[in-house]
């Protein structure tokens, strides 16, 4: 299973960006697909997830800015991103579960700065 993250980037104070991620191989039925961050010196956080009956839910830090979707196929999620602040400079991460076995992508960086 690959899981591939893409979109990330540096933006003003206040912009958007949207980040992808498409899962490849053998992975079955995913159950669940999120995203986590990783800013400098922190430990990873989650910051939204979606489950296979598209329920979404978000950490307090961004709900209201950042929307959690799937595409048709249902092996791509999506993070749209749009009042992006200082605090949400980090790298990114798309993580799936498929059969109770989870999986990880590469990161993405996201860098909001002015």
């Known amino acids: 299973v690959q899981l591939q993250a893409s979109g990330g980037g540096l933006v003003q104070p206040g912009g958007a960006l949207r980040l992808s991620c498409v899962a490849s191989g053998n992975f079955g039925t995913i159950n669940y697909m999120a995203w986590f961050r990783q800013a400098p010196g922190k430990q990873r956080e989650w910051v939204a997830g979606i489950t296979n009956g598209d329920t979404t839910t978000y950490v307090d830090s961004v709900k209201g800015r950042f929307t959690i979707s799937r595409g048709s196929a249902k092996n791509t999620v999506y993070l749209e991103m749009d009042n992006l602040k200082l605090e949400d400079t980090a790298v990114y991460y798309c993580?799936?579960?498929?059969?109770?076995?989870?999986?990880w992508g590469q990161g993405t960086q996201v860098t909001v700065s002015s």
């Open positions: 993580y799936l579960v498929s059969f109770d076995t989870e999986h």
